[in-house]
């Protein structure tokens, strides 16, 4: 199943991208996709009355906003330098246990959103990856056990604002959380849409010309050890991310660096999760 949000900012309604690809109007289910949806079984209730309902529901009007897939979770974990060839270009050594850091939830929006340059940003680069998202409460996980705590998957651009992630001191997460940096989807795709999140095709091109080709069998930490892993920590909730980390090709690793300006034009996607597009924009 293929979970979609439609609407304004902040008042988004939930939908489905339906098997024959129409994007239908949902709401009538009376649930969105958040914290109590994964965890009550959402995706296997939605399932069942899809099967008597999916006939009345109403089609999304072409040209409607789409939002983020799910309601803002209670967090976004990241995944640093999870790619070989990232760590290399980031002049970083390949960690020998998941490097972690924490993006502001308020940074999500829709995957064809203009993405701001914070005021003052001089070097904004881009991060195509793939992003687990829980299903279920999550804390002190076996490896063998991880998979049934993941509910699905979705596309995110992990942007950053190099300068202050790296130049500012102390922690990433001041490069990572500004409004907008967090674009995710177009869509949330169960678990079942993908079989093996460990082979798909991932790629991010600005302005038509190709930075990031790679594939997730690239991951040096798999999907079920970050899930086990984090959980070693903290709580992971229904319908928070762990964003898996980003292939080589950032503009941080070009010679010489290429950051994104207002007008340049990011167009990413993965094997199975859609194609996102968005657009730089300036402060205002
Ligand atoms: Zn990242």
Redesign the pocket.
């Known amino acids: 199943m293929k979970l979609i949000r439609f609407g304004q900012p902040g008042k988004e309604k939930p939908g489905i991208i339906d098997p024959k690809g129409r994007y239908l109007n949902v709401s009538a289910f009376g649930e969105d996709y958040g914290e109590a949806f994964f965890e009550n079984d959402g995706l296997a209730r939605l399932a069942g009355w899809l099967d008597a309902h999916a006939a009345n529901c109403p089609e999304i009007r072409p040209g409607e906003r789409i939002g983020p897939p799910l309601v803002r979770p209670s967090k976004i974990v990241?995944v640093?330098l999870n790619y070989a060839g990232h760590a290399t270009e980031s002049k970083m050594a390949l960690p020998t246990e998941p490097v972690l850091f924490f993006k502001s939830t308020t940074a999500i929006c829709g995957p064809y959103d203009g993405v701001i340059l914070p005021k003052g940003a001089t070097k904004l680069d881009w991060?195509v990856?793939l992003a687990v998202v829980i299903g279920k409460r999550a804390s002190y996980v076996d490896e063998a056990e991880a998979m049934q705590y993941v509910a699905g998957y979705v596309l995110h651009n992990?942007l950053?604002e190099r300068a202050y992630q790296l130049e500012r001191g102390g922690q990433w997460v001041k490069g990572k959380s500004a409004d907008t940096f967090a674009p995710l989807g177009p869509f949330l795709a169960d678990k079942t849409e993908i079989p093996d999140p460990h082979r798909l095709d991932i790629w991010l091109k600005v302005n038509g010309i190709s930075f990031q080709s790679s594939n997730t069998a690239d991951l040096v930490f798999k999907v079920p050890t970050l899930v086990s892993y984090i959980s070693q920590f903290m709580t992971l909730l229904p319908g928070d991310l762990i964003?898996t980390?980003?292939p080589p090709g950032v503009g941080l690793g070009l010679d010489p660096p290429r950051y994104l300006v207002p007008g340049d034009v990011m167009e990413l996607g993965i094997e199975g999760l859609g194609v996102a597009r968005q657009v730089v924009g300036a402060h205002r």
Do not use: K, V, Y
């Open positions: 990241c640093g991060e990856e992990d950053s964003s980390g980003t």
